[in-house]
């Protein structure tokens, strides 16, 4: 069965801190992946989408990585601000259809 | 601001009703897809549509029915409501070929049945 799972469900930081979101995925045939941010009652915004071949993939302080191998993805935010208060999504995109299989999401609070 | 325009904002009906939620996409996609997200769930995927055209089908009830329309607004349609289908329903646009790549999301429209 296709899955996304996401942890931790929720985490909290200090402002400045660092912090790596994780997504372990079971999905085949493999597409791509992406990492949503999505604030509060809005919709979600796209941060980065890989593929297959690649490994990392950059946005302003927000760096995914991937591991095929292992099935795993890692949302590393660098420097937090509290705008980066919001749900964290994993997607994983499966087959030539590209249906979209979505992690439930981790939820980041930033204090100051 | 996505490009995605969704109305209305905030719709509020009773058990039993039938209401039509609209999405515009940006200009020039192709494709919409219908989410809805209940209160502290995951987005969960309903339908997609391509140039007119059915295209993928998810977790998409029965009383539950979308379309994309020549001008390639879309409209999903949710009827015999219940207390459940109170949620976030989100539209999402993408274009083709490597533009097919991203969804843009609209702000949504939130639903409460009572």
């Known amino acids: 069965k296709n899955q996304v799972e996401q942890s931790p469900q929720s985490l909290i930081i200090l402002e400045g801190k660092n912090c790596t979101l994780q997504?372990?995925?079971?999905?085949?045939?493999?597409?791509?992946l992406r990492w949503y941010k999505q604030d509060t009652g809005r919709g979600p915004v796209s941060l980065t989408i890989?593929?297959?071949?690649?490994n990392t993939k950059s946005n302003g302080r927000y760096t995914a990585t991937l591991d095929a191998d292992t099935k795993q993805s890692s949302l590393h935010i660098t420097a937090s601000q509290l705008s980066d208060s919001a749900s964290y999504i994993c997607?994983?995109?499966?087959?030539?259809?590209?249906?979209?299989?979505f992690g439930k999401g981790t939820k980041l609070s930033v204090k100051p | 601001d996505s490009g995605v325009t969704q109305t209305p904002k905030h719709l509020i009906t009773a058990t039993g009703q039938r209401v039509t939620l609209r999405c515009s996409p940006r200009?020039?996609?192709?494709?919409v897809y219908w989410y809805q997200q209940s209160l502290d769930q995951g987005l969960q995927f309903l339908i997609q549509?391509?140039?007119?055209?059915?295209?993928a089908k998810g977790n998409i009830l029965e009383r539950f029915s979308a379309q994309q329309f020549p001008d390639l607004h879309s409209e999903l349609n949710l009827s015999s409501l219940e207390l459940g289908d109170s949620a976030l329903y989100f539209c999402?646009?993408?274009?083709?070929?490597?533009?097919?790549?991203?969804?843009?999301f609209g702000p949504g429209t939130r639903l409460t049945v009572l």
């Open positions: 997607v994983v995109s499966a087959g030539s259809q590209g249906n979209l299989i």
């Open positions: 200009s020039g996609d192709l494709s």
């Open positions: 890989m593929t297959f071949s690649e």
């Open positions: 549509y391509y140039n007119g055209e059915e295209r």
């Open positions: 997504c372990n995925y079971t999905v085949s045939p493999f597409s791509n």
């Open positions: 999402a646009s993408s274009g083709s070929g490597i533009r097919a790549d991203t969804q843009y």
